[in-house]
């Protein structure tokens, strides 16, 4: 079987244990095309001026995979761990793609749901944290069995490509903690990666989802401009689950939202990281949560009086109008090293 994987939403977070998973139940992979004009055209003009851009993005991806591949991945992630829930988008997003793509191929869309019971039941009661971690367990291994039933009846198969397919998982985790970007360390994991990096003269802190960040097309290759501008970054990806979890008591107190630390975890750690010398948001025009995630970290920069600025995109960003605001930040933390260290 053939199966397409969109290169856009969870595909910098996940992409090796997807690919890990079904190559090893003897599926082929493809996975779409960088983004171009053309994939975001194509996804625009099928939904609502309204929707949030990487959502957009993501079904101009699966345009591209028609007639490629025999099923497209789409999971419908709907919570991760127990109270904490995916944004509106992720939770319907296979009926979403299946509304307004109807040539799209058959998708394959598990769907993620590990606050399952407790949403359900109405006697419910906060669950111990042996509970927890059992309830969550046993919830993914019926996905996963889920999933490997497409490929084969046998589950000892699907149990050794989940074993492979979760270290890869944690070799691309490891790659990234180095000091790699998700596009930079899926490179490195397919044997194609560049010499590290030396440390330039700023460091930055981007924070945001990886769907924003990561992909060229849609921030005009915000990563690599930052770097000709001297700036070495530093993201959610490069720090312990730990670390962001503590980001998110610093400064929201619990988290609401899945992926909520690639957001306020992250940037409740870096603000207090000295070595950083400001934060970058990037956010997307028409999305609900992190208009609220975003504006919690603004408040947090400004007490701390720390250099930030908040980028939203969404497809009529201009390139030009962005190099404009991030030259204007990095001279603006220049000048001020500068004056802190007279
Ligand atoms: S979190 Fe925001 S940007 Fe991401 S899918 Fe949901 S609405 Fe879109």
């Not at 927890?132 to 046993?138: D, E």
Request: hydrophobic content about 40%; charged content about 25%; overall charge negative.
């Amino acid at each position: 079987m053939r199966i397409g994987i969109p290169r856009a939403l969870l595909y910098y977070q996940y992409y090796p244990m997807w690919k890990t998973f079904f190559e090893e139940l003897g599926a082929s992979v493809q996975v779409s095309s960088p983004t171009t004009r053309t994939t975001l055209a194509m996804g625009s003009e099928r939904l609502v001026a309204e929707t949030c851009l990487p959502v957009k993005v993501f079904c101009g991806h699966v345009l591209q995979l028609a007639g490629q591949v025999d099923r497209v991945f789409v999971p419908a992630v709907r919570s991760l761990e127990p109270k904490v829930l995916s944004c509106s988008k992720f939770l319907g997003l296979p009926d979403l793609v299946r509304a307004v793509l109807p040539e799209a191929p058959s998708l394959l869309d598990p769907e993620i749901d590990l606050d399952r019971r407790s949403s359900e039941d109405k006697d419910w009661l906060p669950p111990t944290s042996s509970e927890i971690s059992l309830r969550v367990r046993w919830t993914f291994y019926q996905t996963i069995y889920r999933v490997g039933s497409h490929f084969t009846r046998d589950p000892r198969r699907v149990k050794e490509a989940a074993g492979r397919a979760w270290q890869a998982h944690q070799d691309y985790l490891f790659l990234m903690q180095t000091g790699l970007t998700p596009p930079e360390a899926i490179a490195w994991w397919e044997g194609d990666g560049d010499s590290p990096r030396e440390e330039d003269e700023h460091v930055l802190a981007l924070i945001g989802h990886p769907y924003n960040l990561y992909d060229a097309y849609i921030t005009h290759n915000l990563v690599t401009k930052l770097r000709e501008l001297g700036v070495s970054i530093v993201t959610s990806e490069m720090i312990s689950p730990e670390e962001l979890r503590q980001g998110i008591l610093d400064l929201t107190g619990q988290p609401y939202w899945t992926y909520e630390d690639e957001v306020v975890g992250a940037a409740g750690h870096y603000l207090r990281d000295e070595r950083v010398d400001g934060l970058i948001a990037v956010g997307s025009f028409g999305c609900g949560p992190d208009s609220t995630l975003l504006d919690v970290v603004r408040r947090a920069a400004r007490e701390a009086r720390r250099p930030f600025m908040n980028l939203v995109i969404d497809e009529h960003t201009g390139e030009a109008g962005l190099i404009t605001r991030l030259e204007a930040f990095v001279d603006m933390i220049t000048l001020r090293k500068r004056r802190q260290r007279r």
